[in-house]
């Protein structure tokens, strides 16, 4: 297996961005990413997406996203692991380079998901839940987290006041990238006075609904230095992935998410690191308490204390442990498909120094934690300067 | 989206809660399962689940889903049955403030969702306090 | 001897008062509490039907009975509210207690004495030898039109007897049932609210029919009103049964104990066979129970039932009728009870 690099990155503004389709946001995203790492060719692309078929009526992304980017009759491959789909095609973009089947690989993600309201929203979301045993007993995403927060806050006694200051340090860090979907800070009062969603949750636990679409070139290592450009080189040295069962109700521990425990423990096994060795990581938040479980079983923090060291600022900018540099998906945004690759995004940026005001003192090796579900499926990378 | 074959399809487990367990680990399915996955080579046998149990975590609902906005708010949890088995339904006949994690409840039968003023009505499992 | 193996009620927790119906309406509440004796009904929740109340009631009745449901050969849901118009009923319910595929189904409809005619053909199916055991439920969930008198009354709740000839709890002695054609209620086809003929469902409808087959049956069985210990009529509100029951010679403390609907409302089809499940929560063995339905249309179906040994035995088996009716009650206001009942609809 040959070593990979990642040679560049694409992304734009995330938001509710009402003038532009699906192909409009996808193909933005890759060009950036190409003439970011200055190929003129790719071998081979993926492209995650959750559910663009219920979100704008488009299946078909592979030949959709290679027409569009004009790079037909290249091979393309549409990923779909619900939320996580983006860091899956991240993943197999890394294997088909890492096996030598492709030299070049464009991986990216995407969702609009604005096209439908509120209500059509939910429901193609829901899909990544048990439909026959979740869904069609009225449980809703927020439920099935807010489910897990009531656990974990009976268990470890984490308060309510706690748990917001998750949503803070995000909006603090978003407040700070230009392509946040929310560009402003707010405060605990404003947590947990917004209108409750799921108890405990409002709505400033939960993340929002984004149009957006992120893309990133891999390469073999041995051929990162020709596009480096005198820029760090940026080796994946872990690529960890794993599945725990569909519906919540059918785990052991409501408060750990073993996919996300698995994952990371085999990214830092392929690494041949532990989480010491992690200077700052982008988790899955996709609510407030998800991202207290996930540094936990990343194994930033012991279980039942992530929530207290986020409250005790242990995860912000400045922080031992920086948490979701970029704002996480809280602030960031959270187009479903394409927030795994956004992560990447975000490592990248970080390692090359190019973070702007939220630059990290020391970031030489991040970590990424992509789920999808209620955490039945999870993808972590572990990405170096070398 | 009402599928009246999906609706039909389920209905020994919508009304009649029939999972399955397998001999050699004691794990019970509900849904009932094929297989035990690869570890246990036993063969599964009919498991019917209790009708009472008690509430392993719980959430009340304010935003939902298109088809259950009527009902809004509604509590839903996580309910371990006595003798296996687990089931997320909608906690029901309970004001809100009494609802605790460990609490004793049991399943009552109930109209779960409409298909509009039109279709199909489809039936299953809610849980009260006992 | 053919009687009832097992028996079951469900009565759904909300209530709404009187007064706060009166109060919406302009009524004097005061008036319409002495006059008809009803002081609060039962309210359905929105995921409650006719079959979900019968499910229950059907599977308290299997708990007592302790058959093995594959064993019962007919499901029979009395109901004016099924909640399909076309799709009965009881294969939900046949289907949800696991007496499917061997088994007969039907759902019955004769206003209010829907239950009771459930009840009069499954004993007469066992009584045949066709099968062991019958499913027989009367229940509604039952619905008054804004503003009418019947809103004062209409509640909802399900009562569900298992038929048999062996393991009785309570021995049918006699059946007698008095009809003729008198249209004193009706709804018709397409229409959510029933109409009444106002005065006329008294003194022709009601009265005659209750007192006719009371009478009758009593006289075939060769009884008067002070050899029988329980007596339950249909209960449209709470004053009818009992001025029917002194007409017949009954005093009111052997009405007391099946006398539901002053805090229960009207369940309809479940109003008199309810009535004879809390009769049959508190019964001796020996004793004897008269239980006379009335359905508009109109006709009456009366049994004399006897309570045997094996009542005292598997009782507590399942929940008792009255404490459904006076414990965990939730009430509602008239806003709250309007969108229950479907009075009240968001736009779409």
């Known amino acids: ?386 | 989206m009402a599928s009246v074959p999906g609706y039909w399809r389920e209905r020994a487990q919508r009304l009649r809660y029939e999972g399955n367990k397998c001999e050699s680990c004691d794990e019970v399915y509900f849904p009932p399962r094929r297989s035990c996955g690869i570890k246990c080579d036993e063969e599964l046998k009919p498991h019917t689940l209790s009708t009472t149990g008690k509430v392993l975590t719980y959430t009340v609902i304010r935003v939902a889903p298109t088809q259950f906005v009527d009902e809004a708010p509604y509590a839903v949890a996580i309910c371990e049955m006595d003798g296996g088995g687990r089931i997320t339904a909608q906690l029901v006949d309970c004001p809100f403030e009494n609802i605790k994690i460990g609490m004793p409840v049991r399943i009552e039968f109930r109209l779960i969702q409409k298909d509009g003023h039109h279709g199909i009505l489809m039936y299953g499992y809610k849980v009260v306090p006992v | 001897m053919v009687g009832i193996v097992g028996y079951g009620a469900y009565i759904p927790r909300q209530r709404i008062k009187l007064e706060e119906i009166a109060a919406v309406w302009g009524a004097d509440a005061a008036a319409f509490k002495r006059g008809l004796m009803l002081y609060e009904k039962s309210v359905p929740s929105p995921d409650q039907d006719t079959i979900t109340m019968s499910v229950e009631a059907a599977r308290w009745a299997l708990a007592r009975a302790g058959v093995d449901p594959k064993s019962i050969g007919a499901v029979y849901i009395g109901s004016e509210s099924h909640p399909y118009a076309v799709k009965p009923s009881g294969t939900v319910v046949a289907e949800a207690i696991g007496a499917t595929p061997d088994c007969h189904c039907a759902d019955f409809e004769f206003a209010c004495k829907a239950g009771s005619e459930a009840m009069f053909v499954g004993l007469s199916l066992v009584k045949a030898g066709e099968m062991d055991y019958v499913l027989a439920v009367g229940g509604d969930t039952s619905q008054g039109a804004p503003g009418d008198a019947l809103e004062y009354s209409a509640s909802a709740g399900s009562a569900a007897f298992i038929m048999g000839r062996e393991k009785l709890l309570a021995e049918c002695l006699h059946t007698y049932s008095f009809m003729t054609d008198t249209p004193d209620f009706w709804r018709r086809e397409y229409e959510f609210y029933p109409r009444h003929g106002g005065r006329f469902t008294g003194e022709p409808a009601y009265f005659k029919h209750v007192q006719s087959a009371s009478r009758e049956i009593m006289s075939r069985a060769g009884l008067t009103p002070k050899d029988i210990n329980y007596a339950v009529f249909h209960q449209p509100n709470g004053k009818f049964p009992r001025n029917v029951g002194r007409m017949l010679g009954f005093k009111d403390e052997q009405m007391e104990t099946g006398w539901l609907s002053p805090w229960l409302g009207n369940t309809y089809s479940g109003a008199s066979p309810m009535g004879l499940t809390a009769i049959l929560d508190v019964a001796k063995p020996g004793e004897l129970i008269l239980m006379c339905s009335y359905g508009s249309g109109a006709g009456s179906d009366a049994f004399i039932w006897k309570a045997t040994e094996r009542l005292v035995e598997v009782r507590e088996k399942a929940p008792f009728t009255r404490p459904q009716l006076d414990e965990n009650k939730v009430y509602l206001t008239y806003g709250q009870y309007a969108k229950c009942r479907g009075k009240i609809v968001k736009a779409d």
Request: aromatic share 6%; with cysteine.
């Open chain 1, 1 to 386: 297996m040959r070593d990979v690099a990642v040679i560049g990155i694409g992304i734009q503004k995330w938001g509710e961005l009402w003038d532009r389709s699906l192909r409009d946001l996808w193909v933005e995203a890759a060009q950036n990413a190409i003439n970011d790492a200055g190929v003129d060719h790719i071998d081979t692309m993926y492209v995650g997406a959750m559910s663009p078929g219920l979100f704008v009526g488009q299946e078909h992304l592979s030949s959709l996203c290679a027409d569009y980017l004009g790079v037909t009759p290249v091979a393309a491959t549409r990923v779909e692991s619900a939320c996580c789909s983006g860091g899956m095609a991240m993943r197999s973009g890394f294997i088909e380079v890492a096996s030598g089947m492709a030299d070049i690989a464009l991986v990216s993600g995407v969702e609009k998901m604005t096209d439908v309201d509120g209500g059509g929203a939910t429901f193609a979301l829901a899909t990544a839940a048990d439909g026959d045993y979740e869904v069609y007993n009225g449980v809703t995403f927020p439920g099935l987290y807010a489910m897990m927060a009531q656990d974990y806050m009976h268990r470890f006694g984490l308060t309510r006041e706690e748990l917001a200051a998750v949503p803070v340090k995000s909006h603090a860090n978003g407040a700070l990238n230009p392509h946040a979907q929310f560009q402003h800070p707010t405060t605990v009062e404003g947590v947990v006075n917004s209108v409750m969603v799921a108890d405990p949750l409002t709505i400033m636990d939960c993340s929002p609904i984004t149009d957006g679409a992120a893309a990133a070139i891999l390469c073999p290592l041995e051929m990162a230095k020709d596009f480096a450009k005198g820029r760090p080189i940026i080796k994946v040295s872990g690529v960890g992935a794993a599945t725990d069962t569909i519906a919540l109700h059918s785990r052991k521990d409501f408060s750990t998410l073993n996919a996300t425990v698995v994952a990371a423990r085999r990214a830092y096994d392929m690494a041949g690191v532990g989480p010491d060795d992690i200077d700052f990581a982008e988790v899955h938040d996709c609510f407030s308490i998800a991202e207290v479980i996930t540094s936990e079983d990343i194994g930033f923090f012991e279980k039942g204390t992530g929530g207290k060291a986020a409250a005790a600022g242990e995860t912000a900018l400045n922080g031992k442990r920086p948490v979701n540099t970029s704002g996480g998906l809280k602030s960031k945004g959270h187009p479903v498909g394409a927030t795994g690759v956004g992560q990447i995004h975000e490592l990248v940026t970080q390692l090359r120094g190019d973070a702007g005001e939220r630059q990290l003192k020391t970031a030489k090796r991040g970590l990424a934690q992509n789920m999808g579900g209620s955490g039945g499926s999870a993808v972590v990378h572990i990405l170096e300067v070398v």
